[in-house]
């Protein structure tokens, strides 16, 4: 059993207009980025990406079986992307708040639940982090500046995945056992939300010096539900003053093959 390679839903990113550049004139793209698929199959995943369903196509989102699609996977990667709908944790969206995408939202607050039902473990990177951590009932920061969480910003768009900062493992996490509690690494850093009240039953793992939180698990360590805020895909080695991200995903995999 142990020997199983893992099968990986991957949850899409979502293209409503497509720059007329690309054809698909009026049609819209479902697309993952290949740096996510190459990190998961590098470390021994096979996967797939799981297509959502919008209103308008031939199928309604009631076709869409999410328990199923649970059931014929061993777990589920929610990449990055768009800011989540601040009304999802009870705030009005203020204009700092772009991007919101409700059919993304909807789609993959569906497929976690869903995963976490049937006992799949769940690893949510960025965006993904901050659907956890709202979809388990915390909140966020809609933006770390604005709101004076910090006045280092955690993304800098032009610098992209070479913009990073410094963060502290915190005692009694997973992170801990994996990395050693207390170590300090470096990561990349490409969002301007973080968790503010962390969802009940979860973990702080990792902060920033500001004290942004960077990470955060399911305490039942029975559960594997694990996000972290900065982008591991990226850490692909070529900079060797980044944080190991193959802990994290050993981790993560052998949980899947379980
Ligand atoms: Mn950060």
């Known amino acids: 059993m142990s020997d199983r390679v893992p099968l990986i839903a991957i949850s899409p990113r979502l293209l409503h207009q497509v720059p007329s550049e690309l054809g698909f ?6 697309f993952l980025e290949q740096s996510v698929s190459h990190w998961l199959s590098h470390a021994g995943a096979i996967v797939a990406m799981v297509p959502t369903i919008e209103r308008g196509g031939e199928l309604r989102r009631a076709d869409l079986d999410v328990d199923g699609i649970a059931e014929r996977f061993d777990g589920l990667f929610l990449q990055g992307g768009a800011d989540l709908d601040p009304r999802l944790y009870g705030e009005e969206p203020r204009p700092c708040t772009i991007g919101v995408d409700p059919v993304r939202d909807r789609f993959e607050l569906d497929l976690l639940r869903a995963f976490d039902r049937a006992g799949k473990p769940v690893l949510g990177i960025c965006r993904g982090m901050q659907l956890i951590n709202i979809a388990f009932g915390g909140s966020l920061h809609q933006d770390l500046l604005i709101d004076g969480v910090t006045t280092e910003s955690h993304v800098i768009s032009e610098r992209y995945d070479e913009h990073g900062h ?19 690494f470096r990561i990349n850093s490409i969002h301007h939300q973080a968790a503010k009240v962390v969802a009940p039953g979860f973990v702080v ?6 004290g942004v939180i960077e990470a955060i698990s399911c305490m039942d360590r029975s559960r594997f539900v694990v996000g972290v805020q900065w982008h591991p895909e990226f850490h692909d080695g070529r900079d060797p003053q980044l944080m190991d991200r193959a802990p994290l995903m050993q981790s993560f995999l052998s949980a899947c093959s379980r």
């Not at 410094?166 to 300090?184: H, K, V």
């Not at 793992?205 to 500001?210: F, T, V, Y």
């Open 25 to 30: 004139r009026g049609k819209k793209l479902q």
């Open 205 to 210: 793992e990792a902060q920033a010096d500001d």
């Open 166 to 184: 410094a963060l502290t493992i915190r005692d009694g996490g997973r992170f801990a056992d994996w990395y050693g509690a207390g170590s300090r």
